[in-house]
């Protein structure tokens, strides 16, 4: 996810579907929804490659690039909360969010184990346990997302004013590395349907400068190729 300004979200509308919060003039971390989205679909896709692997069907190489990339991006959206995001709310409301954070934890946890059996794939089982673990993965993950859309989102929005909102937003994307935008931007787009597609271009037109988003639409186009692209750029002509 990319993030110029501080306080720019606060007017995106997303249509409300499972998993998915609606927003209407809504406060600037309901942005998580495309972060969110992207993370929940690829380790998704992790997990389902990680079973091929495991019954023989998949390709082992292909799943630790998946596995490297997936995590990396989880791991900077889970450090950019630990930086921003947690401790504003522990200043105010201690306690709130320590459960959230924890989650962060066991999910490190997994990751840890994962790459454990990532060195040992010839040993009897390993393949198994991988995708296990690369199923509660998944699972955890998507529900502590589900968490926080549904719970610290709007308890946040409630106790800190736009401003504050903002800083916090500002704050967890500058954890994200500048290497992790040019891939980062488009493989968020290939994890998002055409609605949300399109309520993250306008968002991101509305707050970078006409540069970079140039650069970043161009990189998108080439991922998603001319027929996904073509109602994306409708959009922000």
Known sequence: ?????????????????PGIFQLFMAGPLRALVFIHTALRNELNELAEDARLVANGSGDLTALKERFD????ALHYHAAGEDAALFPAVEAKHPGVAMTFDDDHRTDDELVASMEDFFTKTDEDGALETL???????????????????????PFVEEHFNMEEQGAILGGMMQVFPPEFMVKGVPWVFSH???GLQISYATALKA?????PFAMHMSN???????DAWAPIAAAIA
């Open 1 to 17: 996810m990319i993030v110029t300004v501080m306080d720019y979200w606060n007017y995106i509308a997303y249509v409300e579907k």
């Open 69 to 72: 990339w997936a995590t990396y």
């Open 131 to 153: 995708a296990q673990l690369a199923e509660r993965l998944a699972d955890r993950a998507s529900l502590h997302m589900d968490k926080e859309e549904r719970l610290l989102v």
């Open 192 to 194: 998002l349907d055409n």
């Open 207 to 211: 707050a970078m400068p006409p540069e």
């Open 220 to 226: 998108v186009e080439q991922r998603l190729g001319p």
